[in-house]
């Protein structure tokens, strides 16, 4: 590489992002319009589409681009490699798939018609995860085209999947491992600790989800007739879910906790310093009080502490009014989050065992597990992440805040376990945005703000 | 009354029942064929179909029969007032609306379909109250079709609201005291302790019905990134529910045990004799082992005990796969059974304070009562008792067993606060014929028992 090519120099690109800010708006729009929905059979069609549209704009961008077919949704895998064999390779992953709209007369405008509303643009997937893809792919563009290359080598993967956990895109990089092989990887599906504030995440909470049922008498019964005589299978489960807390918040199970590490010291005052309040978090959450494992604050809750949530329960008469039976099952739905150094398949056991051990005679439980992923930790990569704040320097005017991450991004250990390479988690979305809510959205701004920051840190990177 | 009216000779009535025994099963089964469900709107005509059925049915028996239409369901009263006013007045209840039939699919024959099927006769309301309101309509037919009179003036009240617990009937009874005033009040809407074991409920359970909700974030939370942080309704409520009973099945909400009173020694021990095992019972209820408070015996747990069970729970995601989040609402249908002299406002009073105290801040419980009964206990009435015996004795060949009842048969407590008549709760369903499930069957064996008790009974009280 030549000094020339070395410089960071990002008004030319910058320039050239200006003036095709409106295009790229429009781009933004036509993808978001495509109702690429991978939990929901229907949209089968609109997933082809999506992909197919993803790989007509990589190309247009300059890059080679394949769309991979197989038994899960399509694989766009694109590529730029002129930078030679000496330079760095980064690759970038994001997701074409978004998330069921939900109940569509909550959404202010229609979630597949995108609306520039103050400053954002309204729609499923504008935040979670198209517009944070595609501010990638048009940052490449703008380089290539100004510059007429770019400064490493660069592979981009969008899968279809990962709103429902599928697990193709994970076999595909076991299987393209040689192909894949890069630097570091570049990842943006988070958001940013608030308006102005860039963050990188530097652990994620891994999962365990899991279906509780409890079985009782083999029909309903009438509860004047056996009330009272027979273990009702709602309150078995009510008994076992109320017990995995104590009275502090603290989870119980025997053996869950073992494993978890606190945050090195420096890390956790650190932390006590991000401008984060939880008023406004409370206020964002839309709750009375915030609550919690009693002994940690609301951030180490969320990014340090591992959970056990019930996302649902399903028992007996549901419907209006009284039907005095004693239920024959109780279902619950739940999952874990994991911290580092938790390990899912140890939780699912402990899990298991536990609730065994809660489930009274005279009835019987069962524990279906539905997904795991483990937790992540960044590996330390300096380089990375010095290139990482020069570029949000340029563009925010600031260094990027180290925060935790409380969701889980599977494909982040995928990688980490097949490539090997460090992964930047740099995301340009903000709290609030919705992403699986109705009236998602994703800032302008931040949009512009992306692609510079993407044009900057493959310039730093580079450089390496 | 002269002496030879009073003579107990039932030999020419008995060869009346047997000879007309093909008709009255018909007559039952065209009585089931019409789908008397209370609680759906969309069955309004076939209730006023049933009790034009009903009134019609009696009339043919001879007696004089009204409907009254008003905001509820119609009202079927019939009198035969033959006997002189110096002849005791029998009041016998029963109701024409049926429980909805539920899953169709778990029906071997349609449940409204009558089918008869090894000496049983099944469908919706067979023993759950059509067969045994029948059963005294034939036997009232028979005395007058022998006799050209009955041993006592007859009224018989019949409701279509029975099964939604409406309201309609107390205060059609508080409105006609003075006409509905009787000697004894007469009720077949319980079961027999097992086949030729006829037996007299002299205890009813009370009832408190309720919908606890628990309201938390006002939206859909995303368990990844607000985990930890916020409480969550669902582990709420799960929580309150599980502090109900303790580890021996003690209802330990405060206060609200303070007024059960434990059946007199004598009583207790005269409930151990009873021909009842825990093997029938278990099997009957079709649970691996009995449950419930320990110290009592399945009896008195089932008759002598309160009980606080769910019939319901629906929270967040309830359909297939995972969705990670924090529902913003939970929701639990319960009821608890009363015993003497628990009080249904105070228990009502007790369970919302209770809730309150284990609502944790960050969430807000509400606590909705849809319906409310008091317990009962058997006025002590010797010469009623008395008849009875001499019934079943003539019929079954042996002495009713005095039993408890599990349920809440509100209408009894209302026709004794407005007549102050004694109440006789002469069943003959037996246990595990399906009253609130598919596939609801009654004996006609004990359809035909039934009605020679009925003329039996309506014999001894004549001659009171």
């Avoid at 082809?48 to 993803?54: E, F, G, P, R, S």
């Avoid at 056996?226 to 025997?254: F, Q, S, W």
């Avoid at 549901?318 to 580092?340: H, M, N, Q």
Wanted: charged share 25%.
């Amino acid at each position: 590489m030549n000094p020339t090519k070395n410089t960071p120099t990002p008004d030319d690109i910058e320039s050239y992002l200006i003036r095709h800010r409106h295009r790229y708006r429009q781009e933004l729009c036509d993808f978001l319009s495509i109702p690429s929905v991978s939990a929901q059979q229907e949209h089968r069609d609109d997933m082809v589409q999506a992909a197919d549209w993803l790989a007509a704009n990589l190309r247009g961008a300059g890059l080679i681009a394949e769309i991979h077919t197989g038994p899960g949704h399509p694989i766009v895998l694109a590529e730029w490699r002129g930078a030679g064999s000496e330079a760095p390779t980064v690759l970038i992953y994001g997701h074409y798939d978004v998330e069921p709209p939900g109940p569509v007369e909550l959404w202010r405008t229609p979630p597949f018609e995108p609306t520039l509303r103050e400053g954002r643009i309204y729609a499923r997937g504008a935040t979670d995860d198209k517009g944070q893809l595609l501010l990638h792919i048009k940052a490449l563009e703008a380089c290539l085209a100004v510059r007429g290359e770019l400064p490493v080598n660069v592979i981009l993967v969008a899968e279809g999947e990962e709103e429902t956990g599928g697990s193709h895109l994970a076999s595909f990089i076991e299987a393209h491992a040689d192909r894949l092989r890069c630097s570091a990887i570049v990842v943006s599906d988070s958001a940013m600790l608030g308006p102005g504030m860039p963050a990188l995440v530097t652990t994620l909470r891994g999962i365990v989800s899991l279906e509780i049922e409890v079985f009782g008498p083999a029909r309903e019964l009438h509860s004047g007739e056996y009330g009272g005589t027979v273990v009702n299978p709602a309150m078995a489960l009510a008994r076992i879910l109320a017990g995995v807390h104590d009275a502090d918040g603290r989870i119980v199970i025997p053996g869950f906790t073992d494993r978890c590490r606190d945050w090195p010291e420096a890390q956790r005052a650190e932390l006590a310093e991000l401008p984060f309040t939880d008023e406004a978090f409370r206020e964002e959450a839309a709750v009375p009080v915030l609550g919690g494992e009693a002994g940690f604050t609301t951030l180490e809750r969320r990014w340090m502490r591992p959970t056990f949530e019930i996302h649902g329960l399903v028992s007996g008469h549901t419907d209006e009014g009284t039907k005095s039976i004693i239920p024959p099952s109780a279902l619950a739905k739940v999952s874990c989050r994991l911290v580092p150094d938790q390990n899912p398949e140890e939780i699912d056991r402990l899990v298991r065992a536990y609730v065994e051990e809660r489930t009274p005679p005279g009835v019987r439980a069962e524990v279906r597990t539905l997904a795991t992923a483990p937790p992540w930790r960044a590996h330390s990569a300096d380089w990375l992440y010095a290139a990482a704040t020069q570029a949000t320097e340029a563009t925010f005017g600031r260094l990027p805040l180290r925060v935790g991450g409380g969701g889980s991004i599977p494909v982040v250990t995928d990688f980490t376990r097949a490539l090997g390479a460090p992964v930047l988690l740099l995301g340009f979305g903000l709290p609030g945005e919705n992403p699986h809510a109705p009236n998602e959205h994703f800032e302008l701004e931040n949009f512009e703000l992306g692609m510079r920051t993407t044009a900057v840190l493959l310039e730093s990177l580079g450089r390496r």
